[in-house]
């Protein structure tokens, strides 16, 4: 039986219980179950790894000692067990046992068992049972099949917010080309995407088991949601990191001012909500011109303080943050004087379908000296494509076109897509950053004063029509 038969099997097993509520409760359930199950599969490898390695999780509460038993508890008595033994023992684990048990203790603390069926939840187990994480091969299929339950947010109402198309993380993790020992950070991580992009990214680098400590100990994430931060720890588990650096929390309820050197990181990959609003009294922690309520402003003006000296970053940000007015401005003149911004690759409709029809951009900088020059690359849709969709989303391909131009800016190729702006021009613009491009040429009928004029057209004609009704009626009265 194949890994996506058992997963779609979980599904709709989990359909039929009464105590989950909609696909986000759903998957939700299924994570910290298969979280479980992986953590489980991991401590058998880490017995063998790890010398003296003890277990924080006490023997009963052990997945092998509940769970691993087709015919083990069910019914009642295992969701007597769930809720009132497993569920309190591990939000209140002692986290100072080890690394794990903290991280165990992370993930559990707002997670919630939304199943009320023993028998249903037996049967979930058995599925999940049926899967071997210590498998070369059921890992890989599992990765795969991770990023399509992932997809499956973006239909979750709000959860959408938690997935950026692998696409766009891919090609932000290739330009930005994170090399092992540099301290990567994505200060909103969501499930993930751009840490385990740079993970397989980096991957590749380490050769000694000195190497790896660096390497998992260079990659953290900071999530503040708890479905999205339980998602990103299996995540991150599934591709071999023992001890996920995620943390839960919320990078802006910091005070700016106590952020220090060495807090500082050498990359930051990230796509901060935008459109989110923060809660109140959020905007005091930041100096005052920085101040506003909006997310993706206050983390843009975040990273800037946390990029140490020649760091680098890549951030998904919304049309509104490049034309956007007040603290915009001045948190984009901060940009602009503390970092080169030395790309911005505009994106086009759809990218984040179905979740939002914003339009995006992806901003490249690098800390330490002021912008002399912003290049511009307009993302063009492939032949034949007028928007993406869920069924038919950007591809890691198109991409190449970036990549190729990414060395050779003035070549003439690339000059219907690509265009150069001096900082001294945008500082005479206010800052505003949303220069379209000069190369390509906008159908007059699309343009606002052609609209306007057949705005006033058609109304005209539409008051003639009405007189000459008018006239008739009244002629007819007569």
Not at 269 to 286: A, Q, S
Not at 404 to 410: G, K, P
Not at 446 to 470: C, F, G, H, M, N
């Amino acid at each position: 039986m194949s890994i996506t038969t058992n997963i779609k099997g979980i599904r709709d097993i989990m359909r039929k219980d009464t105590g989950v509520d909609g696909d986000a409760q759903r998957i939700s359930q299924m994570v910290w179950m298969l979280f479980m199950k992986i953590f489980a599969d991991k401590e058998e490898e880490w017995e063998i790894t790890i010398d003296n390695y003890e277990s924080p999780i006490p023997e009963n509460l052990k997945w092998q000692s509940w769970a691993a038993d087709d015919e083990g508890l069910t019914g009642e008595q295992l969701m007597d067990f769930i809720n009132n033994e497993l569920f309190p023992a591990l939000k209140d684990l002692d986290i100072t046992i080890s690394p794990q048990a903290k991280i165990i203790r992370s993930v559990f603390e707002d997670t919630y068992n939304y199943m009320k069926n023993g028998t249903l939840f037996r049967q979930v187990i058995n599925e999940i049972n049926k899967i071997d994480f210590n498998n070369t091969k059921d890992r890989h299929l599992f990765n795969d099949l991770y990023e399509t339950i992932l997809k499956e947010l973006q239909s979750a109402g709000s959860s959408g917010e938690y997935y950026t198309p692998r696409a766009v993380t891919q090609f932000m993790v290739d330009m930005i080309n994170p090399q092992l020992g540099e301290k990567v950070l994505d200060p909103a991580c969501g499930t993930g995407g751009f840490l385990t992009c740079t993970i397989d990214h980096v991957r590749e680098l380490v050769n000694t088991p000195e190497e790896r400590k660096v390497f998992q100990a260079s990659i953290t994430g900071i999530e503040k949601k708890p479905l999205p931060h339980l998602l990103c720890t299996t995540n991150l588990m599934l591709h071999g990191f023992d001890v996920p650096a995620v943390r839960r929390d919320n990078l802006l309820s910091k005070p700016y001012s106590d952020w220090g050197s060495t807090d500082k990181v050498d990359i930051i990959l990230t796509n901060p909500p935008f459109g989110g609003i923060e809660e109140d009294g959020t905007e005091t922690n930041f100096p005052q011109k920085f101040r506003t309520k909006e997310t993706a402003d206050l983390f843009l003006a975040l990273i800037i303080r946390l990029l140490k000296d020649g760091g680098r970053c890549a951030v998904v940000l919304p049309d509104g943050t490049l034309f956007g007015e007040g603290v915009k401005t001045r948190i984009k003149e901060e940009l602009m004087e503390r970092c080169n911004l030395h790309t911005i690759v505009r994106l086009p409709n759809g990218v984040f379908n179905p979740y939002t029809g914003i339009k995006t951009n992806v901003l490249f900088f690098e800390k330490g000296t002021g912008t002399k020059d912003v290049w511009y690359f307009e993302h063009p849709y492939p032949d034949g494509v007028k928007s993406y969709n869920k069924g038919k989303p950007i591809n890691i391909k198109e991409f190449d076109l970036e990549k190729a131009w990414w060395n050779n800016r003035e070549d003439e190729q690339y000059s219907k897509n690509a265009w150069k702006v001096s900082a001294q021009e945008i500082k005479d613009r206010g800052y505003n950053l949303d220069i379209k491009n000069p190369h390509q040429e906008v159908d007059d009928l699309e343009t606002p004063e052609v609209i306007l004029a057949k705005y006033r057209a058609a109304s005209d004609k539409v008051s003639t029509i009405q007189d000459e009704i008018i006239k008739v009626l009244t002629d007819a009265l007569k």
